[in-house]
């Protein structure tokens, strides 16, 4: 059974840093993606960095290029991703999902991850 689980979120004055940890587990094989989302109130989830898992394969969205680092690492049968977000801003306010699992869609669209995580909570006060 496959489990996505998100940890790192918190609370962080605006030029500050987080770092969020996904970590993937019960996959049989490797090469897959992991990715992260996010979705404040009233908004539609957007796609913020992805990876591509045993590739050097990354994508950022515009508003976060500059400033979010995506890696990776694997221990055994689990998958992590790390983002690394940088000078934060009041409208990276969101909660931060981990998707895993893609079907060959692209990057930023939900609908191309098949595995979800339950999502962590940052704000950045201004």
């Known amino acids: 059974q496959v489990h996505v689980r998100e940890s790192g979120g918190g609370s962080v004055q605006a030029g500050g840093s987080l770092r969020l940890t996904c970590t993937a587990s019960?996959?049989?094989?490797?090469?897959?993606?992991m990715a992260w989302f996010r979705q404040a109130p009233g908004k539609q989830r957007e796609g913020v960095a992805f990876?591509?898992?045993?590739?050097?394969?990354?994508?950022?969205s515009d508003s976060t290029k500059t400033r979010f680092a995506i890696s990776q690492e694997n221990a055994g049968a689990d998958y992590t991703a790390h983002l690394q977000m940088n000078r934060l801003e009041p409208d990276d306010s969101a909660m931060y999902y981990c998707?895993?699992?893609?079907?060959?869609?692209?990057?930023?669209?939900?609908?191309?991850?098949?595995?979800w995580g339950q999502g962590t909570q940052v704000t950045v006060s201004s």
């Open positions: 998707a895993t699992d893609c079907n060959g869609g692209p990057w930023d669209s939900p609908d191309t991850y098949v595995n």
């Open positions: 019960g996959y049989n094989s490797g090469g897959f993606c």
């Open positions: 990876i591509l898992i045993g590739t050097s394969l990354t994508h950022f």
